[in-house]
């Protein structure tokens, strides 16, 4: 009966293992869309190819409907390979065990700010200025959007909801460009943004520079990740980092990462980093990965 057991167990190892063997080799890239999901389909199709054929296997490149799917498929493993900004990544690693290999470099930096944009004929002078007025955000689990704003006017003037406690009002725009052209229109009397969104709406909005004045920045947040899933080995891992970095010196991928998400280098990142995103995500208890 022993014998006749150890074979069964035997016989299914032995059926685990050349199903294992079998498996898809397929790695697959995991973005959100910053642009139409068939357009950034399209552009990052390249970077995709170029990555299967430095590596010595099929690499698919996989549009995601938002941060959430793309933080669970990568839980799931059916995502090796992630384009994450900072929050998205803190609850990846929290909750999956994600691994942020490198990062984007903007303008010189690794790093960047949230901006508080008023209109220049406000009289707002100072963030206490900002008391008891409408209060513009894209969205409540974007970093620089709202969250490290959320936590400066926390920490500064000792209040629990800034949305409540501090300012009368709030209009959720739905986008940063939104959110700064509420402010430009008379809709909002500040709105919280990356630095400098006002950039991008020029041609649209050119008074919008003469308009509007930054009132003031937040600390500094670390700039969006590539990270993998804990199921890749280190050897794979370490050729997947040294390949991206390659890119550095290739025109025309770092000008895909640039037109997917206005990346000017790719750079090494490590996990403290995040560090700032965690304490400031901690202020927000409420939160969880279902309100990415």
Known sequence: MKKKLLSIIFAAIAV???????????????????????????????????????????????????????????????????????????????????????????????????????RADS?????????????????????????????????????????????????????????????????????TTFDDVRTGLEEDYPEIMEETKILGYTDEIPNDTISVTKELDDELVAEIKEVFLSFNDDEEMIKIMNDVYNWDKIIEATDSEYDIVRDTYSKFSDLSIDDL
């Open 123 to 191: 009289g707002i002078e100072s963030l206490e200025d900002l008391e008891g007025k409408t209060w513009a955000y894209g969205d409540p689990t974007s970093t620089s959007g709202y969250l490290f704003p959320a936590a400066q006017i926390m920490d500064e003037f000792g209040v629990e909801d800034p949305s409540t406690e501090f300012f009368g009002n709030t209009v959720q725009s739905g986008g940063h460009d939104q959110s700064a052209i509420a402010v430009l229109e008379g809709e909002a009397d500040v709105a």
């Open 16 to 118: 685990l293992f050349i199903a294992g063997c079998g498996e898809d080799d397929t790695l697959v890239m995991g973005f959100v869309p910053s642009q139409d999901s068939d357009e950034i389909a399209d552009t990052v199709a390249p970077l995709a190819e170029k990555l299967s054929e430095e590596l010595g296997r099929e690499v698919e490149g996989k549009v995601m409907t938002n941060y959430t799917a793309l933080v669970e498929a990568m839980g799931t493993n059916e995502v090796q390979i992630g384009f994450i900004p900072a929050f998205g990544y803190v609850l990846a690693s929290q909750e999956h065990d994600v691994e942020v290999l490198l990062k984007s470099e903007r303008f010189g930096s690794g790093s960047y700010v949230a901006q508080y944009i008023v």
